[in-house]
């Protein structure tokens, strides 16, 4: 079973910068991708990055391209999202996974399938 261990987030204002990180352990897969939805009250929820163990790409959505970087240490199985420019529209929890692929984290129609979560941590963009 994997288990994660996240730290970040907290309340910043419009234009600042946070940072996530997520420690996996446990993890049995060969390929995997990792990285974080998101979800805001009385919203589904959104895939936000993910980074694939197997080449290193990686995947933005839309709402935070150019905003929003991932990265991830392989030796300790850490990803980290820094989030700069942050606005109101990025409020939500954040929760750290692990899916099979990148296409767990693109492609809602997979969502519900992502079955290693972390337990989230709150990001409030507000003035």
């Known amino acids: 079973q994997v288990q994660f261990v996240e730290s970040g987030g907290g309340v910043v204002q419009p234009g600042g910068s946070l940072r996530l990180s997520c420690a996996a352990s446990g993890v049995t897969l060969d390929n995997f991708a990792m990285g974080w939805f998101r979800q805001a009250p009385g919203k589904e929820r959104e895939g936000v990055s993910c980074?694939?163990?197997?080449?290193?790409?990686?995947f933005y959505a839309d709402s935070v391209k150019g905003r929003f970087t991932i990265s991830r240490d392989s030796v300790s199985d850490t990803a980290t999202l820094q989030m700069d420019n942050l606005t109101p529209e990025d409020t939500a929890v954040y929760y750290c996974?692990?899916?099979?692929?990148?296409?767990?984290?693109?492609?809602?129609?997979?969502?519900?399938?992502?079955?290693?979560w972390g337990r989230g941590t709150l990001v409030t963009v507000s003035s």
């Open positions: 996974a692990i899916g099979p692929s990148p296409s767990y984290f693109i492609d809602p129609r997979y969502f519900e399938y992502v079955e290693d």
């Open positions: 980074i694939s163990s197997r080449d290193g790409r990686q």
